[in-house]
C-alpha cells in the first residue's frame, strides 16, 4: 500500500468514529486504503454507537470496534437506563470478537457535560469490563491526567492500556512508559501551537506508539479546518516519525506491529 504522493505510507489508524463521519462508510475505507491506512478502529461513545461500531467491524473486514460510554456521555446514559443495564450491554458486545478493546471511557474535565464524580463511577466500571473481557482499555483523558492515573493504580489495570489522543506532557509520557501504557497521537501533534505535545511524543518509546485520527475531529496540517477521515493519519505519522528521528517505513512497521500485539491478529 502506498500513499498517492508516493511515500510509502503503510499504516493503520487506532481510533475513529466511522458513524460521525458524514460518508459511505464504504468510500472512506476505500480511500483510507488507497492513502496506506489499510484499517481502522471506529470507536462507540454510548452503547447505541457502541452496536454500531460493533456491526460496522462485523460488516467490513478492515474495520474493529471498540466498545464504551464516553466520560461526557455518561449522565445522558443514565437518563436511558440504569446503570447497570447499560454497562452490561457493552460488557456483551466487549466479548465479541470483532470488538478489539473497551473505550472510549476515562475523565473530561475540560467539558461540564457530567460530574465528575458520576465519570469516575463509570471509568472504574469500564476497566472491570476490561479486565473481565481480556480487552484493551481505551481512555479518554482530558484535564484529568492525575486522577486517570491514580484511578488505574487503585483498580489494577488490564494487560493492555491505550491513551486515545495523548494530551499529557513529557513528563507523563514517562509515567505512562514505567507503567507499559501506550499513547496514540492524533492530528493536532501537527499544529503549530502543539511543542508541548511533540516534547511527549519524543520522550515516549517507539514500541509504545500508535497513530489515530479521531476522525472526523482534530484534522492534521495541511487539512485543518475539514473534517478527518482514516486517510489522514498518513499525515500524523509523518510528522510523528520527524520528532521520532525515525524513517517513515520504519515507524510505520513498527505501529503496525504494536497493533498486531494489542488488538490481535488483524
Known amino acids: 500500500?502506498?500513499?498517492?504522493?508516493?511515500?510509502?505510507?503503510?499504516?493503520?489508524?487506532a481510533h475513529c468514529h466511522?458513524?460521525?463521519?458524514?460518508?459511505?462508510?464504504?468510500?472512506v475505507l476505500a480511500e483510507a486504503r488507497a492513502a496506506g491506512v489499510g484499517r481502522v478502529v471506529t470507536v462507540g461513545t454510548d452503547l447505541e454507537s457502541s452496536r454500531w461500531s460493533a456491526r460496522c467491524a462485523a460488516e467490513h473486514e478492515h474495520v474493529h470496534a471498540a466498545v464504551a460510554v464516553h466520560p461526557n456521555?455518561?449522565?445522558?446514559?443514565?437518563?436511558?437506563?440504569?446503570?447497570?443495564?447499560?454497562?452490561?450491554?457493552?460488557e456483551e458486545l466487549a466479548m465479541l470478537p470483532q470488538v478489539r478493546a473497551?473505550?472510549?471511557?476515562?475523565?473530561?474535565?475540560?467539558?461540564?457535560?457530567?460530574?465528575?464524580?458520576?465519570?469516575?463511577?463509570?471509568?472504574?466500571?469500564h476497566i472491570g469490563i476490561a479486565k473481565r473481557t481480556g480487552k484493551p482499555l481505551m481512555i479518554h483523558d482530558r484535564d484529568a491526567h492525575a486522577d486517570v492515573l491514580r484511578i488505574l493504580a487503585e483498580e489494577g489495570p488490564p494487560e493492555t492500556v491505550i491513551f486515545h489522543c495523548f494530551s499529557g506532557d513529557a513528563e507523563m509520557a514517562k509515567q505512562c512508559a514505567e507503567a507499559g501504557y501506550l499513547m496514540s497521537f492524533a492530528g493536532n501533534l501537527t499544529f503549530s501551537s502543539a511543542q508541548t505535545l511533540r516534547d511527549a511524543a519524543a520522550a515516549a518509546p517507539a514500541d509504545l506508539l500508535l497513530v489515530e485520527t479521531d476522525a472526523p475531529f482534530l484534522t492534521p496540517v495541511p487539512h485543518r479546518g475539514t473534517p478527518n477521515a482514516p486517510a489522514m493519519v498518513a499525515h500524523t505519522v509523518r510528522r510523528l516519525a520527524e520528532v521520532k528521528g525515525m524513517d517513515v517505513a520504519e515507524l510505520c512497521a513498527l505501529i503496525s506491529a504494536t497493533g498486531e500485539r494489542v488488538f490481535g491478529p488483524w
Open 18 to 27: 466511522l458513524d460521525m463521519i458524514e460518508r459511505p462508510v464504504g468510500e
Open 102 to 125: 473497551v473505550g472510549e471511557t476515562g475523565l473530561d474535565y475540560y467539558r461540564d457535560y457530567a460530574d465528575p464524580g458520576l465519570q469516575r463511577e463509570w471509568f472504574r466500571a
Open 73 to 90: 456521555d455518561t449522565e445522558a446514559a443514565l437518563r436511558s437506563a440504569p446503570a447497570g443495564q447499560v454497562l452490561a450491554g457493552i
Open 1 to 13: 500500500m502506498s500513499e498517492p504522493n508516493g511515500s510509502g505510507i503503510s499504516v493503520f489508524d
